[in-house]
């Protein structure tokens, strides 16, 4: 038997999470996708298997990260992503035309449920999609003559927005084929635009959540960008090491409030970059042709959008720039920090030897002394001595013997000072 991996299973089934829906024309949709800065997903889980429960549909399983479920009226798309979660609406076979105006997927929701729902609106979208194309219809649905016009994936749909929002929040397009698509595969088809416009939108949204950041940032960048270029410019100014510690601190309180900046917005950042790669590359898949006086849609998106990413991209090259500058900075400072201790502590031990010179000349006067004062006292005591046997004993010249001892006796001591001098500094 295969001894397979753990998570061999899961892996796989991976690439079948999330299946295209099948679209039927004509139908109503809309598309919501809810952020939330906590990953917990126990809210949305309990909000779905209430609504499940109230159609007598099978609810949504604990720890799944999709659920797809066809409904009496509607059909139900829920996805995790890691930021958000989405929420599609399809209302399928619906004759439009006998719906009230401004009718929309969500009618389709108990009253009140979608408020209930956790987190908050990133990304709100409206499609109207029909079998044959009809101005008037497009126009009362948008709310205005749509500016942008496109023709998708070989001329099978034609697409139509202003990409502007409605009174509710919501942005809308309105679609419609320009094949009928009666076969799974047709309807897959349709299913798989639709949802490359959605996620377009969702994730051009969530992309531009760095905008604001970098807005914020890119003032405090340049301010610190100044200070950098001070600290650079005084650097070549000061010849004192007071002054060096002093620039030092300042130029680590810089780079501190630069990589302070850096930590708060890399995340937001990086998200914007993976992000707006899957917004280009959607677009790059609807293989767009162009309608006589309007824009295309994928031109529009990224005309408006693209400024928006590059200025992110460029407040973060600016904050990582001056990371470096500043490392180099403190690189080059503390190098002169160095030299200057290296300098300071090369005099210091000059001043020590100088010292310790003077501490063994003077040493060597004490011992000396210590020679010279030892053997006074010994003499001292071999006069009592001899005065003392002079006087009891043998009569002799006490001056004579002092004077024939004394070199002896210096000359013993001086012996005994330098043997215990030399024993002492041979065992350290």
């Known amino acids: 038997?295969?001894?397979?991996?753990?998570?061999?299973?899961?892996?796989?089934?991976?690439?079948?999470?999330?299946?295209?829906?099948?679209?039927?024309?004509?139908?109503?949709?809309?598309?919501?996708?809810?952020?939330?800065?906590?990953?917990?997903?126990?809210?949305?889980?309990?909000?779905?298997?209430?609504?499940?429960?109230?159609?007598?549909?099978n609810g949504i399983a604990i720890g799944t990260n999709s659920y797809f479920q066809e409904f009496d009226l509607f059909n139900l798309r829920w996805e995790n992503h890691r930021e958000f979660s989405t929420i599609s609406i399809i209302r399928p076979m619906v004759e439009l035309e006998s719906l009230p105006e401004n009718s929309t997927a969500l009618d389709v929701f108990p009253e009140g449920w979608l408020e209930k729902f956790p987190g908050k609106v990133i990304s709100a979208s409206h499609l109207s999609i029909h079998r044959q194309f009809d101005q008037t219809q497009c126009e009362k649905f948008l709310g205005h003559?749509?500016?942008?016009?496109?023709?998708?994936i070989d001329k099978q749909v034609t697409i139509c927005s202003s990409l502007k929002l409605?009174?509710?929040?919501?942005?809308?397009?309105y679609m419609c084929e320009n094949d009928a698509h009666k076969t799974d595969a047709g309807r897959m088809q349709l299913g798989r635009i639709v949802l490359k416009i959605l996620e377009i939108e969702t994730y051009r949204q969530m992309a531009l959540l760095a905008l604001p950041v970098a807005k914020t940032i890119a003032p405090q960048a340049s301010k610190l960008g100044q200070q950098c270029a001070g600290i650079l410019e005084n650097m070549t100014k000061i010849n004192n090491p007071k002054d060096e510690s002093l620039l030092l601190q300042e130029l680590t309180n810089v780079a501190a409030e630069v990589e302070k900046l850096r930590a708060s917005s890399s995340y937001r950042f990086s998200a914007t970059r993976a992000y707006s790669e899957l917004v280009n590359s959607r677009i790059d898949e609807l293989d767009q042709q162009r309608v006589i006086g309007k824009d295309l849609l994928g031109d529009f998106v990224q005309r408006r959008f693209m400024p928006a990413i590059r200025t992110c991209k460029s407040v973060q090259l600016q904050l990582e720039s001056l990371s470096k500058r500043l490392t180099r900075a403190s690189d080059l400072l503390r190098t002169r920090v160095d030299q200057t201790i290296a300098e300071q502590n090369q005099k210091l031990l000059e001043s020590m030897n100088r010292r310790s010179h003077m501490q063994l000349r003077l040493q060597q006067t004490v011992e000396g002394l210590s020679v010279a004062a030892i053997s006074y006292y010994l003499i001292s005591l071999l006069k009592i001595f001899l005065h003392g046997i002079c006087e009891q004993i043998v009569h002799f010249n006490e001056t004579l013997v002092l004077t024939i001892a004394a070199p002896f006796v210096l000359l013993t001591i001086f012996i005994i000072v330098r043997n215990m001098k030399k024993h002492y500094v041979d065992s350290v």
Do not use: W
Not at 166 to 173: A, L, S, Y
């Open 1 to 57: 038997m295969i001894n397979f991996h753990p998570q061999h299973l899961d892996l796989h089934q991976e690439i079948h999470a999330r299946p295209y829906p099948k679209i039927n024309a004509p139908c109503l949709i809309s598309h919501i996708a809810f952020f939330h800065e906590t990953k917990d997903v126990s809210e949305e889980y309990r909000c779905i298997n209430e609504l499940a429960k109230g159609n007598q549909v």
């Open 145 to 152: 003559r749509p500016t942008i016009a496109s023709q998708l």
């Open 166 to 173: 409605d009174k509710t929040g919501f942005t809308r397009f």
